[in-house]
DNA sequence: CGCAAGCTTGATCGCGCTCAATTAGGGTGG
DNA sequence: CCACCCTAATTGAGCGCGATCAAGCTTGCG
């Protein structure tokens, strides 16, 4: 997948239609969902919507699906058509290594999006991969731009959601190109803290969806050293850590230890 | 501004319009720009439109602006109005630290799009640096969206524009994740050949317009080591350096340097 | 009970950072 | 014109952070 990156940024584009029926033949479970009614309305695609435009987001009727740990949502080079609001649960993007290793290049919760990179060329360019059993609404892109087309509020938002995605790979590829194992790991936690607050649980206490080599491959470093790093932090009094559940003790000085070189 | 990095991704939207004045009250030179004449409109915005597409953006003239080397075009929480063509010349994307150091997040050419992460809140998240001296063509961004919401292709368009983005930056985490000094190096020096190569230029002898500095900032490495690299490759007989003038000698061996590691 | 997977911790190594000296090129003013 | 300064780049020496290799522990599952 970095071929990418040796690819001239720019090339002819060839503008796909995905035809109507194509819901029908997907493998989407039968419940269909309505934003208006979802209880993560304010975090999720609607966020920012009037009550007009959510109820023609609600005439598309997301599909939702089931997808069980471990299990993949979409794999990089899959056909693109849908992009993925996550219900409940947690996944992983990643891209695959030409040595078989992969690269996480993200984490997503419940209101997240996922898929948006999909969008560049008709196909995915990250697999997503269930870390717990998830749920999903799949959201038919192309139905989605045909209504984007007559509300002008609606295309604002999908063209947010993808520069968002370009603002927080921006911040990682800050950290990856400027800070050391323990601001790596103090941004992710705090990052993961806010998170978990924005959906109502506990900012100071939570239970890591992912293994230290799913957090190492994210954060740029190897295994060992994320578990370090957690020792470190404890034996600073920063945290308590027992496997993958983690509290934080002292959230200023963990963002002391994040602050010391980045704003 | 790696502040994003521990926001919730997600929060409330609100949508703000730029009034149609807004042109008229803007630093931008008298000359506009006609897509459909320029030499660039294969490589550029309007790439893979039809004719009657590309009179519509005809009709937004877009104002062209010069901007002398060092010089900034915009810098970061600047307000969101335009996103900018480079017509000429080449451009540095950076942030800055909070200790005043800048981290580089892109390099553009000719052709290519600059200030689409401002799309997220309206407020640019980089600056845009010429690194010699410039001409760009500024496209008031309202504009451009009340033309998509007419042609769905025009849409498709931008919102692909910004998910190459994505997908570039994805390739970028990937190389600040797993690669070491000489792979990066390599990564570096054959997407700017391919960049040279698909503007008509010769893809294996090109000056580089920025500093040893500034690519060690993109690549994530110190400029004694992207010198060191320089050198490395030079013994190797892969390329001939003199300061910033590069002449790739054995393309195979750079690529096989490049892909030791990734596909 | 045995085996595998995930995590921690220790010991060692090496890549890339840091500090430092040198050279070359460009701009400025006497 | 040269003396001077400033910046960019190269190269060397030494060190430290994080990778690598390895051992041991816990937990879960057949």
Do not use: W
Request: proline share 2%; with cysteine; hydrophobic share 40%.
């Amino acid at each position: 997948m970095t071929t990418a990156l040796i690819d001239a940024p720019q090339r002819t584009i060839r503008i796909a239609s995905v035809p109507a029926t194509v819901r029908a033949a997907s493998p989407v479970a039968p419940l269909r969902t309505q934003c208006s009614a979802c209880h993560l309305k304010d975090l999720c695609l609607p966020c920012g919507l009037s009550g007009e435009e959510m109820q023609r987001l609600d005439s598309l009727m997301f599909g939702r699906r089931k997808v069980a740990a471990g299990q993949t949502l979409y794999r990089e080079g899959d056909r693109f058509q849908f992009i993925y609001a996550v219900r409940s649960g947690t996944f992983k993007s990643s891209l695959t290594l030409a040595d078989g290793r992969e690269q996480v290049s993200g984490f997503h919760m419940a209101g997240e999006l996922m898929g948006l990179d999909g969008v560049a060329n008709g196909h995915h360019a990250s697999s997503a991969t269930a870390l717990e059993d998830t749920e999903v609404c799949a959201i038919p892109y192309a139905h989605l731009t045909e209504l984007a087309a007559s509300s002008s509020n609606l295309q604002h938002v999908v063209s947010r959601l993808m520069s968002r995605e370009i603002v927080r790979e921006h911040s990682l590829m800050m950290l990856l190109g400027s800070m050391n194992a323990e601001e790596r790991l103090a941004a992710f936690l705090l990052n993961l803290s806010q998170r978990m607050k924005a959906r109502g649980y506990s900012s100071s206490e939570f239970h890591l969806r992912m293994s230290r080599a799913e957090i190492g491959s994210y954060l740029g470093m190897k295994l060992e050293t994320v578990s370090r790093t957690f020792s470190a932090f404890h034996q600073q009094g920063l945290l308590e850590v027992d496997k993958r559940h983690v509290r934080i003790v002292d959230i200023e000085g963990l963002q002391r230890a994040f602050e010391s070189r980045v704003h």
